[in-house]
């Protein structure tokens, strides 16, 4: 409800453009290939092997204008291809995990994900044809039971550099700031996009740590709380930890035309 006043705020000074509407989601259309399965899950946002927990291994390569140096990663799409008389009327919900150069296409699938784009019988046809059209619209990210957790990353060094990734971000928002502070402090330290999906920082607060997160999408924001020792003083690399939070807000976008509807995902 927060984030639809914000957007109708963000209209009113954007009278000037009144073809921009208020849309939980946008349809777009575009393209999508797939790549060989064999090919190691090891993508740019940096969540490794986790990847292929987030999601049932349904993870998405995903164009600049998606991956957003690294904002647009743990962002959930659903996808489905256009062809009806091969493509399912559902598709595919898909987590973005990498970054492709590629200017054909929005989305490069695992080939397993791909041929869930089409129906039953079908996907042996979808995959010979191996660039197919497809509508997409971004929604909002559910692991039911599972709040937020914060992954010390592979690149961190002990006590000096801190590095973490967020895992089963909920919601449909982007986070666009990263704040640690000593437990009970308001002594907040930003932390800066290192890579993908991977915050960092230099000389870490000592102690147990609380984390911030400035979480938003176009228009306006708010900060997620992880209050309480999220973080413990020995921190290791490799390790996760629980954020204590999840995020279940669905920012508004600005676009036309808007799809609210939920594709029929029972098929
Ligand atoms: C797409 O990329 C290729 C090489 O990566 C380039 O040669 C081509 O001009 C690009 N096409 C467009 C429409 O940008
Ligand atoms: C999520 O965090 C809450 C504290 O905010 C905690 O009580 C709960 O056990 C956590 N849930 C899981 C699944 O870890």
Same mark, same amino acid.
């Given at each position: =409800? &927060?984030?639809? #006043?914000?957007?109708?705020?963000?209209? =009113?000074?954007?009278?000037?453009?009144? @073809?921009?509407?208020?849309?939980?989601?946008?349809?777009?259309?575009?393209?999508?290939?797939?790549?060989?399965?064999?090919?190691? $899950?090891?993508?740019?946002?940096?969540?490794?092997?986790?990847? @292929?927990?987030?999601?049932?291994?349904?993870?998405?390569?995903?164009?600049?204008?998606?991956?957003? &140096?690294?904002?647009?990663?743990?962002?959930?799409? *659903?996808?489905?291809? #256009?062809?009806?008389?091969?493509?399912?009327?559902?598709? $595919?919900?898909?987590?973005?995990?990498?970054?492709?150069?590629?200017? *054909? #296409?929005?989305?490069?699938?695992?080939? !397993? #994900?791909?041929?869930?784009?089409? *129906?039953?019988?079908?996907?042996? =046809?979808? %995959?010979?044809?191996?660039?197919?059209?497809?509508?997409?619209?971004?929604?909002?990210?559910?692991?039911?039971?599972?709040?937020?957790?914060?992954?010390?990353?592979?690149?961190?060094?002990?006590?000096?550099?801190?590095? +973490?990734?967020?895992?089963?971000?909920?919601? *449909?928002?982007?986070?666009?700031? %990263? &704040?640690?502070?000593?437990?009970?402090?308001?002594?907040?330290?930003?932390? @800066?996009?290192?890579?993908?999906? $991977? /915050?960092?920082?230099?000389?870490?607060? &000592?102690?147990?740590?609380?984390?911030?997160?400035? +979480?938003? !999408?176009?228009?306006?924001?708010? /900060?997620?709380?992880?209050?309480?020792? %999220?973080?413990?003083?020995?921190?290791?690399?490799?390790?996760?930890?629980? !954020?204590?939070?999840?995020?279940?807000?669905?920012?508004?976008?600005?676009?036309?035309?808007?799809?609210?509807?939920?594709?029929?995902?029972?098929?």
């Amino acid at each position: =409800m &927060e984030f639809k #006043t914000l957007c109708c705020a963000g209209l =009113m000074l954007m009278f000037f453009f009144p @073809t921009v509407f208020c849309c939980d989601r946008c349809l777009h259309k575009s393209k999508v290939s797939y790549y060989s399965s064999s090919q190691t $899950v090891n993508g740019a946002c940096g969540y490794e092997s986790f990847a @292929t927990a987030l999601n049932r291994g349904n993870v998405a390569t995903a164009s600049a204008k998606i991956y957003r &140096e690294g904002v647009g990663c743990g962002g959930c799409y *659903q996808i489905r291809c #256009t062809d009806p008389a091969i493509c399912s009327k559902s598709g $595919v919900k898909v987590v973005v995990s990498d970054f492709t150069r590629s200017n *054909q #296409t929005d989305f490069v699938l695992p080939s !397993s #994900t791909f041929s869930m784009l089409a *129906q039953p019988t079908k996907s042996s =046809m979808l %995959v010979k044809m191996g660039i197919v059209d497809i509508e997409y619209k971004r929604m909002p990210c559910e692991y039911p039971g599972k709040n937020m957790t914060v992954k010390i990353d592979k690149i961190s060094n002990y006590p000096n550099f801190l590095a +973490v990734q967020f895992l089963y971000q909920g919601g *449909q928002t982007d986070i666009m700031g %990263v &704040e640690v502070a000593p437990v009970g402090t308001s002594n907040w330290k930003f932390m @800066t996009r290192n890579h993908g999906a $991977v /915050w960092s920082m230099q000389q870490p607060p &000592e102690g147990p740590m609380s984390l911030r997160l400035h +979480v938003t !999408s176009g228009y306006d924001g708010f /900060w997620v709380w992880a209050k309480g020792a %999220v973080l413990p003083s020995d921190w290791k690399v490799g390790s996760i930890y629980d !954020s204590g939070v999840q995020i279940k807000e669905i920012a508004q976008e600005g676009c036309s035309p808007c799809d609210s509807q939920d594709w029929d995902l029972s098929l």
